[in-house]
Protein backbone atom coordinates (compact mmCIF):
# COMPACT_ATOMS: atom_id res chain seq x y z
CA UNK A 1 0.00 0.00 0.00
CA UNK A 2 1.77 3.41 -1.15
CA UNK A 3 2.73 5.07 2.28
CA UNK A 4 3.27 2.25 4.46
CA UNK A 5 5.82 2.81 6.33
CA UNK A 6 9.26 0.83 6.25
CA UNK A 7 11.55 0.89 9.09
CA UNK A 8 15.60 0.73 8.23
CA UNK A 9 17.90 -1.39 9.64
CA UNK A 10 18.59 1.67 12.01
CA UNK A 11 14.98 2.61 12.43
CA UNK A 12 15.98 5.91 11.51
CA UNK A 13 13.10 6.14 8.80
CA UNK A 14 10.39 6.48 11.60
CA UNK A 15 8.71 9.67 13.32
CA UNK A 16 8.86 9.91 17.33
CA UNK A 17 5.19 9.29 16.82
CA UNK A 18 5.63 6.02 14.93
CA UNK A 19 8.21 4.78 17.42
CA UNK A 20 5.41 5.49 20.04
CA UNK A 21 3.01 3.60 18.31
CA UNK A 22 5.76 0.65 17.66
CA UNK A 23 6.21 0.96 21.41
CA UNK A 24 2.46 0.63 21.70
CA UNK A 25 2.42 -2.18 20.05
CA UNK A 26 5.21 -4.09 21.48
CA UNK A 27 3.91 -3.37 24.89
CA UNK A 28 0.62 -4.99 23.93
CA UNK A 29 2.56 -8.03 22.38
CA UNK A 30 4.15 -8.71 25.97
CA UNK A 31 0.93 -8.30 27.79
CA UNK A 32 -1.86 -10.19 25.82
CA UNK A 33 0.25 -12.09 23.06
CA UNK A 34 -1.56 -12.53 19.64
CA UNK A 35 -4.86 -11.17 20.93
CA UNK A 36 -3.26 -7.68 19.37
CA UNK A 37 -5.23 -5.91 17.10
CA UNK A 38 -5.41 -2.21 15.23
CA UNK A 39 -8.03 -0.96 17.57
CA UNK A 40 -6.35 -2.06 20.14
CA UNK A 41 -3.10 -0.84 19.21
CA UNK A 42 -4.55 2.72 18.43
CA UNK A 43 -6.54 3.17 21.90
CA UNK A 44 -3.06 2.25 23.67
CA UNK A 45 -0.98 4.49 21.46
CA UNK A 46 -4.04 7.36 21.30
CA UNK A 47 -4.35 7.58 17.66
CA UNK A 48 -6.88 6.27 15.07
CA UNK A 49 -7.16 3.08 13.24
CA UNK A 50 -7.40 5.29 9.83
CA UNK A 51 -3.65 6.58 10.98
CA UNK A 52 -2.82 2.70 11.47
CA UNK A 53 -3.79 1.50 8.24
CA UNK A 54 -2.31 4.45 6.18
CA UNK A 55 1.23 3.65 7.79
CA UNK A 56 0.89 -0.25 8.25
CA UNK A 57 -1.30 -1.52 5.40
CA UNK A 58 -3.09 -4.01 7.70
CA UNK A 59 -2.33 -6.17 11.13
CA UNK A 60 0.35 -8.03 9.93
CA UNK A 61 1.93 -4.57 8.19
CA UNK A 62 1.57 -3.50 11.82
CA UNK A 63 3.51 -6.83 12.95
CA UNK A 64 5.84 -6.77 10.39
CA UNK A 65 6.90 -2.72 11.59
CA UNK A 66 7.47 -3.63 14.95
CA UNK A 67 9.46 -6.36 14.41
CA UNK A 68 11.28 -4.02 12.11
CA UNK A 69 11.60 -1.29 14.57
CA UNK A 70 12.63 -3.92 17.92
CA UNK A 71 15.65 -5.30 15.41
CA UNK A 72 16.33 -1.79 14.40
CA UNK A 73 17.51 -1.60 18.26
CA UNK A 74 20.84 -3.66 17.16
CA UNK A 75 22.91 -1.29 15.50
CA UNK A 76 25.81 -1.54 13.27
CA UNK A 77 28.61 0.80 13.55
CA UNK A 78 29.53 1.99 10.01
CA UNK A 79 32.59 1.37 8.70
CA UNK A 80 34.84 1.93 5.54
CA UNK A 81 37.44 -0.33 3.79
CA UNK A 82 39.84 2.59 3.52
CA UNK A 83 41.72 3.08 7.04
CA UNK A 84 40.19 0.15 8.74
CA UNK A 85 42.12 -1.53 10.87
CA UNK A 86 41.51 -4.99 13.43
CA UNK A 87 41.10 -2.75 16.42
CA UNK A 88 38.34 -0.42 14.49
CA UNK A 89 36.54 -4.10 13.22
CA UNK A 90 36.82 -5.82 16.64
CA UNK A 91 34.59 -2.76 18.02
CA UNK A 92 32.41 -2.79 15.29
CA UNK A 93 31.54 -6.94 15.73
CA UNK A 94 31.87 -6.49 19.68
CA UNK A 95 28.97 -3.68 20.06
CA UNK A 96 26.73 -5.09 17.33
CA UNK A 97 27.08 -8.72 19.22
CA UNK A 98 26.33 -6.40 22.57
CA UNK A 99 23.06 -4.85 21.28
CA UNK A 100 22.22 -7.96 20.05
CA UNK A 101 22.59 -10.03 23.43
CA UNK A 102 20.94 -6.96 24.90
CA UNK A 103 17.61 -7.07 22.64
CA UNK A 104 17.43 -11.02 22.47
CA UNK A 105 17.39 -11.27 26.16
CA UNK A 106 14.93 -8.78 26.73
CA UNK A 107 11.40 -9.50 27.58
CA UNK A 108 10.08 -8.15 24.34
CA UNK A 109 11.95 -10.28 21.98
CA UNK A 110 11.32 -13.09 24.12
CA UNK A 111 7.72 -12.78 24.08
CA UNK A 112 7.76 -11.81 20.25
CA UNK A 113 10.19 -15.12 19.70
CA UNK A 114 7.53 -17.79 21.32
CA UNK A 115 4.51 -16.00 19.42
CA UNK A 116 6.59 -16.89 16.28
CA UNK A 117 7.18 -20.65 17.45
CA UNK A 118 3.63 -20.86 18.22
CA UNK A 119 2.86 -19.88 15.05
CA UNK A 120 4.68 -21.53 12.79
CA UNK A 121 3.34 -23.80 10.00
CA UNK A 122 -0.35 -23.38 11.80
CA UNK A 123 -1.32 -21.11 9.43
CA UNK A 124 -2.36 -19.52 12.56
CA UNK A 125 -0.64 -16.34 11.20
CA UNK A 126 2.54 -15.47 9.15
CA UNK A 127 3.97 -13.95 12.42
CA UNK A 128 6.75 -17.07 12.22
CA UNK A 129 7.84 -16.13 9.11
CA UNK A 130 7.59 -12.10 9.93
CA UNK A 131 10.18 -12.88 12.81
CA UNK A 132 12.65 -14.77 10.78
CA UNK A 133 12.74 -12.62 8.38
CA UNK A 134 13.19 -9.50 10.06
CA UNK A 135 14.78 -11.02 13.01
CA UNK A 136 18.06 -13.37 12.30
CA UNK A 137 17.50 -12.75 8.21
CA UNK A 138 18.08 -9.29 8.58
CA UNK A 139 20.51 -9.43 11.44
CA UNK A 140 22.80 -11.47 8.77
CA UNK A 141 21.79 -8.75 5.69
CA UNK A 142 23.21 -6.15 8.47
CA UNK A 143 26.24 -7.85 9.45
CA UNK A 144 27.75 -9.56 6.05
CA UNK A 145 28.61 -6.11 4.25
CA UNK A 146 30.82 -5.66 7.71
CA UNK A 147 32.62 -9.41 7.54
CA UNK A 148 33.15 -8.50 3.54
CA UNK A 149 34.76 -5.15 4.41
CA UNK A 150 36.70 -7.05 7.36
CA UNK A 151 37.97 -9.53 4.53
CA UNK A 152 38.75 -7.22 1.60
CA UNK A 153 40.63 -4.98 3.92
CA UNK A 154 42.80 -8.35 4.78
CA UNK A 155 41.78 -8.46 8.56
CA UNK A 156 39.74 -11.51 8.25
CA UNK A 157 40.07 -15.02 6.51
CA UNK A 158 36.77 -16.65 5.06
CA UNK A 159 35.50 -18.49 1.83
CA UNK A 160 31.72 -18.19 2.83
CA UNK A 161 30.03 -14.86 4.36
CA UNK A 162 27.22 -16.94 4.90
CA UNK A 163 28.89 -19.62 7.41
CA UNK A 164 31.55 -17.12 8.53
CA UNK A 165 28.10 -14.99 9.48
CA UNK A 166 26.48 -18.19 10.98
CA UNK A 167 29.38 -18.99 13.31
CA UNK A 168 29.69 -15.50 14.72
CA UNK A 169 25.89 -16.18 14.98
CA UNK A 170 26.64 -19.19 16.98
CA UNK A 171 28.65 -18.06 19.42
CA UNK A 172 26.95 -15.03 20.13
CA UNK A 173 23.82 -16.55 21.18
CA UNK A 174 24.94 -19.88 21.79
CA UNK A 175 22.03 -21.73 23.61
CA UNK A 176 21.27 -18.93 25.72
CA UNK A 177 18.13 -18.28 22.80
CA UNK A 178 16.51 -21.62 23.55
CA UNK A 179 16.92 -21.65 27.27
CA UNK A 180 14.96 -18.35 27.13
CA UNK A 181 12.23 -19.64 25.38
CA UNK A 182 11.88 -22.44 27.59
CA UNK A 183 11.59 -19.97 30.91
CA UNK A 184 15.22 -20.11 32.38
CA UNK A 185 16.36 -17.01 34.14
CA UNK A 186 20.03 -16.17 32.92
CA UNK A 187 21.99 -13.31 34.10
CA UNK A 188 21.17 -10.26 31.85
CA UNK A 189 23.60 -7.42 33.51
CA UNK A 190 25.06 -5.38 31.50
CA UNK A 191 28.44 -6.77 32.57
CA UNK A 192 27.31 -9.95 31.92
CA UNK A 193 25.99 -9.25 28.33
CA UNK A 194 29.47 -6.40 27.73
CA UNK A 195 31.33 -10.18 28.88
CA UNK A 196 29.87 -12.34 26.95
CA UNK A 197 29.79 -10.10 23.49
CA UNK A 198 33.52 -9.38 24.12
CA UNK A 199 34.08 -13.55 24.22
CA UNK A 200 32.13 -14.23 21.63
CA UNK A 201 34.29 -11.84 19.01
CA UNK A 202 37.83 -13.09 20.29
CA UNK A 203 36.21 -16.35 19.45
CA UNK A 204 35.26 -15.09 16.04
CA UNK A 205 38.25 -13.32 15.52
CA UNK A 206 40.34 -16.65 16.30
CA UNK A 207 39.01 -18.50 14.13
CA UNK A 208 38.69 -16.13 10.95
CA UNK A 209 41.10 -13.49 12.10
CA UNK A 210 43.78 -12.82 9.57
CA UNK A 211 46.85 -14.23 11.70
CA UNK A 212 49.02 -11.45 13.03
CA UNK A 213 46.31 -8.75 12.63
CA UNK A 214 43.67 -10.94 14.61
CA UNK A 215 46.35 -11.86 17.15
CA UNK A 216 46.97 -8.34 17.39
CA UNK A 217 43.60 -6.81 17.82
CA UNK A 218 42.51 -10.06 19.67
CA UNK A 219 45.05 -9.54 22.61
CA UNK A 220 45.08 -5.64 23.05
CA UNK A 221 41.12 -6.03 23.63
CA UNK A 222 42.19 -9.12 26.10
CA UNK A 223 44.10 -6.61 28.57
CA UNK A 224 41.64 -4.84 29.49
CA UNK A 225 39.80 -7.66 30.11
CA UNK A 226 41.83 -10.20 32.88
CA UNK A 227 38.97 -12.82 32.57
CA UNK A 228 38.46 -13.03 29.15
CA UNK A 229 39.83 -15.96 27.26
CA UNK A 230 39.61 -16.70 23.51
CA UNK A 231 38.45 -20.40 23.53
Known amino acids: MQGRVEVNGEGDSLTARQKAVLDAALGLLVEGGDAVTMTGV ?12 KWFGDRDGLLTATVQWQASKVRVAPLTREGLDAKSLFASLEGFARDWLR ?24 LGQIVLANGPFAMARRLKP ?34 LLLGDQQESTDAAIA ?27 RKGIPHARLL
Not at 42 to 53: D, I, W
Not at 106 to 119: D, M, P
Not at 153 to 163: C, I, K, P, Q, R
Not at 198 to 217: C, I, M, N, P, V
Request: hydrophobic letters at 45%.
Open 42 to 53: ARRASCSKETLY
Open 103 to 126: VLSGEISVTLNRLAVSHAGTGKSD
Open 146 to 179: VLEIGREAGLLAFDDVDEAFRTFFGLVVRDMQIR
Open 195 to 221: RDATRATQQFFALYGAQKEAADAAGSI
